[in-house]
């Protein structure tokens, strides 16, 4: 408690000596106010671990002061008791401070073990919820570090002859949904895209332990099935009830070509132009069962082709009517601005999403895509321009 700092804001002095001496047993450091507006001003100031506030004072009444506490994003979240000295009406009083968005109250005049105990109890509680909320930035910046490394992975697919583009939004603080790349021979490349059931902390932490085994997990040559069974193997059993299966899909960028498995992810769209195609496979999500087979497609992957990865937050995000945003206004959305750069196609659809769901999401939410690179080589022998050269040169 040495840490806490209390606010007291009362326009009776002598009540914020008695409030300060006592507090003093617990030692925290106690900053003191004579009215409303003084108060909030104070609060924005100091950012108290807690607040006591008086009812009857000038300036702004306590309630007036509360309002404006629970309005200003900076202050909404400090605990405030509420300080009344009313007799009459009292359930009434009590009941009043609460409804307008008070944590607690104390009835003046004050007793010393009850106001100990409530400050005490209230103060330690924002502290831990402060600590936790640190941890929880921690982790996010360790997710977007390994989980969802757009940097990273956007650089071992520009060595592929890849452009890409990512979004990730959490539900909460860090997201279920992560992906992975896997560093394979010049001109190829893999990628591991996961929705771990659920979102949250303990998402994630099952994220991170599904990262641990791709990672060891030997790049596939050609067939990214066999990794997905291998992984299945050493998940199964592992995942907690509460999260017992990973929605996962693994690639295999080979030149011009494309290898995908699925496991539970929606289809991913290959757009050449403006037509769409869905890359369907069945499959079951890993960690359903011990044994799961895990069928493959292979897909031309040719210059200018853009395959577009997303997890089911996208299409099931809804509107203020229920509606959900789906896979249809998806498909219509990307052939309508098919003509813009990777970046700025994600950044379009993901503003119509917003615009849909008014920002407010109930799953994480992950948007890849990826454009096959212009590669002159490949320009080159897919035109036989060089067969040409060799002709013109054997005739002369």
Same mark, same amino acid.
């Given at each position: 408690?040495?840490?806490?700092?209390?606010?007291?804001? /009362? /326009?009776?002095?002598?009540?914020?000596?008695?409030?300060?001496?006592?507090?003093?047993?617990?030692? !925290?450091? !106690? +900053?003191? #106010?004579? &009215?409303?507006?003084?108060?909030?001003?104070?609060?924005?100031?100091?950012?108290?671990?807690?607040?006591?506030?008086?009812?009857?004072?000038? !300036?702004?009444?306590? %309630?007036?002061?509360?309002?404006?506490?629970?309005?200003?994003?900076?202050?909404?979240?400090?605990?405030?008791?509420? @300080?009344?000295?009313?007799?009459?009406?009292?359930?009434?009083?009590?009941?009043?401070?609460?409804?307008?968005? $008070?944590?607690? %109250?104390?009835?003046?005049?004050?007793?010393?073990?009850?106001?100990?105990?409530?400050?005490?109890?209230? #103060?330690?509680?924002? @502290?831990?919820?402060?600590?936790?909320?640190?941890?929880?930035?921690? $982790?996010?910046?360790?997710?977007?570090? %390994?989980?969802?490394?757009?940097?990273?992975?956007?650089?071992?697919?520009?060595? $592929?002859?890849?452009?890409?583009?990512?979004?990730?939004?959490?539900?909460?603080?860090?997201?279920?949904?992560?992906?992975?790349? =896997?560093?394979?021979? =010049?001109?190829?490349?893999?990628?591991?895209?996961?929705?771990?059931?659920?979102?949250?902390?303990? #998402?994630?932490?099952?994220?991170?332990? !599904?990262?641990?085994?791709?990672?060891?997990?030997?790049?596939? *040559?050609?067939?990214?099935?066999?990794?997905?069974?291998?992984?299945?193997?050493?998940?199964?059993?592992?995942?907690?009830?509460?999260?017992?299966?990973?929605?996962?899909? %693994?690639?295999?960028? /080979?030149?011009?070509?494309?290898?995908?498995? *699925?496991?539970?992810?929606?289809?991913?769209?290959?757009?050449?132009?403006?037509?769409?195609?869905?890359?369907?496979?069945?499959?079951?999500?890993?960690?359903?069962?011990?044994?799961?087979?895990? &069928?493959? +497609?292979?897909?031309?992957?040719?210059?200018?082709?853009?395959?577009?990865?997303?997890?089911?937050?996208?299409?099931?995000?809804?509107?203020?009517?229920?509606?959900?945003?789906?896979?249809?206004?998806?498909?219509?959305?990307?052939?309508?601005?098919?003509?813009?750069?990777?970046?700025?196609?994600? *950044?379009?659809? +993901?503003?119509?999403?917003?615009?849909?769901?008014?920002?407010?999401? &109930?799953?994480?939410?992950?948007?890849?895509?990826?454009?096959?690179?212009?590669?002159?080589?490949?320009?080159?022998?897919?035109?036989?321009? *060089?067969?040409? =050269?060799?002709?013109?040169?054997?005739?002369?």
């Amino acid at each position: 408690m040495n840490k806490a700092k209390v606010l007291v804001i /009362d /326009d009776d002095e002598n009540n914020r000596i008695i409030c300060k001496a006592n507090l003093s047993q617990l030692g !925290v450091t !106690v +900053i003191e #106010a004579n &009215d409303g507006q003084e108060g909030f001003d104070a609060a924005m100031t100091e950012l108290p671990d807690l607040i006591l506030l008086d009812i009857m004072m000038p !300036v702004l009444d306590g %309630y007036q002061t509360l309002e404006k506490l629970k309005d200003t994003l900076e202050t909404r979240d400090i605990p405030v008791i509420m @300080l009344t000295a009313k007799t009459d009406s009292m359930a009434t009083e009590i009941s009043k401070t609460l409804l307008a968005g $008070a944590d607690d %109250y104390i009835r003046k005049p004050y007793q010393l073990p009850e106001l100990i105990a409530r400050v005490r109890n209230l #103060a330690r509680k924002h @502290l831990l919820e402060k600590e936790r909320a640190v941890d929880l930035r921690e $982790a996010a910046r360790f997710q977007r570090k %390994y989980l969802t490394n757009s940097e990273h992975t956007g650089s071992i697919l520009k060595n $592929a002859k890849l452009n890409a583009a990512f979004f990730n939004k959490p539900a909460t603080d860090v997201s279920g949904d992560f992906w992975f790349y =896997k560093r394979m021979p =010049k001109g190829k490349a893999g990628l591991f895209v996961a929705d771990t059931c659920g979102h949250g902390v303990l #998402a994630a932490l099952m994220s991170i332990q !599904v990262l641990s085994i791709v990672d060891n997990c030997p790049a596939p *040559n050609r067939h990214p099935s066999e990794c997905l069974m291998s992984v299945n193997t050493d998940i199964y059993g592992l995942l907690s009830p509460e999260h017992s299966f990973v929605a996962a899909m %693994y690639l295999v960028f /080979d030149q011009n070509k494309l290898v995908l498995s *699925n496991a539970g992810q929606p289809a991913p769209l290959l757009l050449r132009g403006t037509e769409v195609t869905e890359l369907k496979l069945s499959g079951l999500p890993l960690g359903m069962s011990s044994e799961l087979d895990f &069928d493959e +497609i292979e897909h031309d992957f040719i210059k200018g082709d853009r395959l577009i990865i997303y997890s089911d937050g996208l299409p099931e995000s809804t509107n203020v009517q229920g509606e959900p945003f789906g896979a249809e206004r998806i498909i219509t959305h990307l052939q309508k601005n098919s003509s813009l750069s990777v970046r700025d196609m994600k *950044n379009s659809l +993901i503003s119509e999403l917003q615009r849909f769901a008014n920002c407010e999401f &109930d799953d994480d939410i992950t948007l890849i895509i990826i454009e096959r690179e212009h590669d002159l080589d490949e320009f080159l022998n897919r035109n036989n321009i *060089n067969g040409i =050269k060799e002709e013109k040169n054997a005739d002369s």
